[in-house]
């Protein structure tokens, strides 16, 4: 194993690090590039999946902070990128609070560099699967108020647990905390019921040990009751796309996606 002192293994592939590669980020070793390298032969839509996946996000937090949301817990928060979550919603709410969380501690050491002196935004290294130890953490009990809305952002992540790690528990946890007013952002790969998307779920469980592509009805399960917001739970190209960047895909329907772009799904909601 090659690890150095921030504890980052470069001896095996990490989720946050391949993703990067896929993104074109810089932040990843020669063990995620061959990974990465692998996705883009064996899933040609691999690149352009975590572009969709990154850029609903975008769209998601913006909308939240043009709506008044100013507090963001992002769990799965992967590694810095061209736009992350405390820039693009403190470009509408300059103090909005951001609290990053990812098991990954790659993510940890380049987040602190970037985040250094910042008073709003915090990066932490847990496990989602521990929400408790999440909520208990003093940066998140310093920067997030629990009785004002809050806005939890899962995505991307959801589809790294297993079924009987129960990520609809998870959700149901901070359903729980935040009060009403406060949104939920999924986004999730879907399981396309055909042989090409089914050979891609297998690379990628087989490379990372762990995760679960899910139909459609599973996805909706993990939103419970919250109150899913317009346009419901689509693929992410097709999640309120800007009309002005992206005018291929505003009004395009999912039929005219390619498969790997239906693969990738978002939803927002609302808990009422
Ligand atoms: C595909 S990336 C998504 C990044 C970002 N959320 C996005 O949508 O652009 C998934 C991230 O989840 C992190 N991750 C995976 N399992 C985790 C866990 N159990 N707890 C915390 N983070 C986890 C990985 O390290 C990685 O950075």
Known sequence: MTEGNSGV???????????DCL???KDHYVVDRAVGETFKHDMPGSVAIAHANRQ?????????????????????SGLPTADNVHQVAQRQVPDARVVYIDSDPIVLAHGRA??????????????????QAIREHPDTVELIDFDRPVAVVLSAILHHLNDDEDPRALVRYWQE??????YFFISHFRS????????????????????????????????GDLEILE?????????????????????????????????IVGGLAWKA
């Not at 609903?56 to 799965?76: C, H, P, T, W």
């Not at 985040?115 to 929400?131: K, M, S």
């Open 114 to 131: 970037l985040l250094e002196g910042h008073a709003h935004t915090r990066v932490l290294q847990a496990d989602v699967r521990d929400p």
């Open 192 to 223: 396309g019921d055909n042989p090409q998307t089914a050979e891609a779920e297998a690379v990628l469980q087989s490379t990372f040990g762990r995760g679960r592509w899910r139909s459609d009805a599973e996805i909706r399960a993990l939103f």
């Open 177 to 182: 905390q935040v009060p009403s007013g406060s």
């Open 231 to 263: 346009p419901g739970i689509v693929p992410s190209s097709l999640w309120r796309p800007d009309v002005a960047s992206d005018p291929l895909h505003a009004g395009a329907a999912e039929a005219e996606l390619t498969v790997w772009e239906q693969l």
């Open 9 to 19: 293994d470069q001896s095996k592939p990490s989720i946050a690090r391949v993703y």
């Open 56 to 76: 609903n996000l975008v769209r998601a937090v913006r909308e939240l902070a043009l709506a008044g949301i100013d507090q963001f817990i992002d769990m799965g």
């Open 23 to 25: 993104l074109g980020g």
